[in-house]
């Protein structure tokens, strides 16, 4: 705060998410009225309809998101949109500051300046409580969902496009031929298939159980083979929703255990065929090999080797390295020296199944090993056809499915198997509302399942009210992910009694997880739903502690602390309506003696743009 006072006397401020919400008034009054000149600030106060200013200056062109990246156009509107003051200015200036930061390119900032705004896409993220509050009043829940929803409306929009792919992939399916081959070759091609098979299913439990070993064997170098696909060189493995993440960085190992693969682009160095694949080829290097793009989901196996290739990418060095070591790979594949990854015993992934699938492996490989495999060359370039065109029968069969769901009601099936789940845990029925639906149907600030449950379970009974307001802050999304260094929020040391009342949490949430499964719903992970990060600073709150002592214990900003807090007491204040309509008034008294204890001092005030004068 007296930081900010002395900048303020001389014109200038700062304002971002993080900081207090009455001094984020403060710098939003003082700049609509002329009196900052220079105000550094994120987008958030871009967004704001009456904040014109002469000049925008773009100190830089990224943006920390956990890791560096280039701001996209819609960011770059936003905030370039501030410079020109109407009635004042003739013409906005709008300054960007470059740097050789490697996260963005020339082409990045060519792009920003076309000044294309992004499509518009919806998020629709249907809940419990949305589907408990319209059976409640209308009955029909999946109907009404599907006429209304703006997600919807788009994706009808797209069904003349997915009958476009369907077309053009039956005309590509169409034009792959299998030759006929010899009764002796037609064996050894069904083996070969089977295994294919095989290959395919452990690779589908490899990528359900992947672990850390699992990805740290992703590193440039990596022998690996994909769908459709002779053994190449990994060249980059990137992540598409950010371009800055470096290569074998914890992050990135994270991101590969949890996120889904088919956002993950591996760059190999591999021997071209001259069968038309349907991938898209990134840079041709010669009529022999190519460099090729490929989602990670499409992987099959990862051999044991790894050869060494220059850091530099450009340059024909580089090039000519890569084929010199795919050439050395090549005797190895040909002299069966090349060891692949074995799941069970390297990645150290323990499955019942897998191990099943591991020994029939085994097994169909020593009986092709003893076949005479004649015209290899032969078999392997029906094989890759074969594998194609199963490939586009897949596609086919996917894109027929989703059509078919766009014509009638994308979430249709979403909505029944939710509607299944709130009947086994008794929230419905016959199609009315149980006193546990109720409640869930008021509450939107935090897991109305989890609450309810937790409510039903007597959880808060026995509880006092600063160690429900602990609980509850796990509740509570965060309004910030990274602390004042710029670094993720790592999990606190929780004390013994914060453990305990955090594992109430855990045990209803794995038994509610254990119902979703049932129905197929697959639920997210504890640790990414629940986090501890503002149990102990709300839990001081509520004891009494003022906000400088909360800020010396933790990293978090004030800001966010307070904004927290805020939505803490909405949270709390859900559900002491939901107990007054489920007449549970003990449990209400428990509740809004808990509100007063954190709806005090900077959390209780209004903003100042909203008082009287």
Not at 59 to 65: G, I, L, P, S
Not at 153 to 170: D, H, N, W
Not at 304 to 319: A, C, E, H, M
């Amino acid at each position: 705060m007296k930081n900010i006072t002395k900048l303020l006397r001389n014109g200038i401020g700062y304002h971002h998410s993080g900081i207090l919400p009455i001094v984020k008034d403060c710098v939003e009054f003082l700049f609509q009225n002329g009196l900052i000149k220079i105000l550094f600030a994120t987008e958030s106060l871009a967004i704001g309809i009456n904040m014109p200013t002469k000049t925008v200056v773009f100190t830089r062109m990224q943006k920390f998101d956990g890791n560096y990246r280039c701001i996209n156009n819609s960011e770059f509107i936003q905030m370039s949109g501030r410079s020109g003051r109407r009635g004042k200015d003739s013409q906005g200036l709008s300054i960007m500051m470059l740097d050789d930061n490697k996260s963005s390119t020339m082409e990045d900032y060519k792009n920003l300046l076309n000044c294309k705004s992004e499509k518009l896409y919806s998020h629709f993220h249907l809940r419990y409580y949305q589907i408990l509050s319209i059976i409640k009043t209308q009955n029909t829940a999946s109907e009404y969902i599907g006429k209304k929803s703006f997600y919807q409306f788009q994706v009808k929009k797209g069904a003349p496009l997915k009958k476009t792919e369907i077309m053009r992939t039956y005309i590509k399916y169409n034009k792959i031929v299998i030759p006929n081959v010899e009764e002796d070759n037609e064996e050894i091609l069904n083996l070969l298939e089977t295994k294919e098979d095989i290959l395919e299913n452990i690779q589908e439990i490899v990528f359900e159980c992947r672990n850390k070993i699992w990805a740290k064997s992703l590193e440039p170098g990596r022998i690996i083979k994909f769908k459709n696909n002779d053994w190449g060189i990994l060249i980059n493995l990137r992540y598409v929703n950010s371009k800055s993440i470096k290569q074998n960085s914890e992050i990135l190992t994270n991101l590969l255990i949890k996120e889904n693969l088919k956002d993950f682009i591996c760059e190999i160095f591999i021997q071209n065929n001259n069968l038309k694949m349907n991938l898209n080829i990134d840079k041709k290097i010669d009529n022999y090999n190519e460099i090729k793009s490929i989602p990670l989901s499409d992987l099959t196996e990862i051999s044991k080797v790894k050869v060494d290739i220059p850091k530099n990418s450009n340059g024909k060095n580089f090039l000519k390295s890569c084929e010199k070591k795919l050439m050395e790979v090549k005797m190895m594949i040909k002299d069966k020296n090349l060891q692949i990854f074995n799941p069970i015993t390297d990645f150290e992934i323990k499955n019942n199944q897998l191990e099943k699938l591991n020994d029939k492996l085994n097994f169909l490989n020593s009986k092709i090993n003893l076949k005479e495999e004649k015209n290899s060359l032969l078999l392997k370039s029906i094989m890759k056809l074969k594998s194609e065109k199963k490939e586009f029968e897949k596609t086919l069969n996917s894109n027929f499915k989703e059509l078919e769901k766009i014509e009638e009601f994308e979430l249709k099936e979403d909505v029944e198997k939710m509607e299944h789940v709130l009947i086994e845990l008794s929230y419905v029925t016959s199609n009315k509302l149980t006193s546990k639906g109720q409640l869930a149907s008021i509450i939107s600030a935090g897991d109305e399942i989890v609450l309810t449950e937790l409510v039903f379970k007597g959880v808060f009974d026995k509880l006092e009210s600063i160690q429900i307001i602990a609980l509850l802050s796990c509740f509570v999304k965060e309004s910030g992910r990274f602390t004042k260094d710029n670094s993720y929020m790592n999990i606190p040391d929780l004390s013994p009694v914060m453990n305990l009342i955090y594992n109430e949490i855990k045990e209803v949430f794995y038994d509610v997880s254990k119902i979703y499964r049932m129905f197929g719903i697959k639920n997210k992970d504890f640790d990414e739903e629940f986090k501890p990060h503002f149990m102990e600073p709300s839990f001081m709150w509520a004891n009494g502690s003022n906000l400088l002592e909360i800020c010396n214990c933790t990293e978090i900003y004030e800001g966010n602390l307070i904004s927290c807090f805020k939505r803490l007491d909405e949270l709390i204040s859900q559900l002491i309506e939901g107990c007054q309509k489920i007449e549970k008034y003990n449990l209400k008294e428990i509740f809004k003696q808990a509100s007063s204890l954190i709806n005090r001092g900077m959390v209780a005030d209004k903003s100042l743009l909203i008082l009287d004068n």
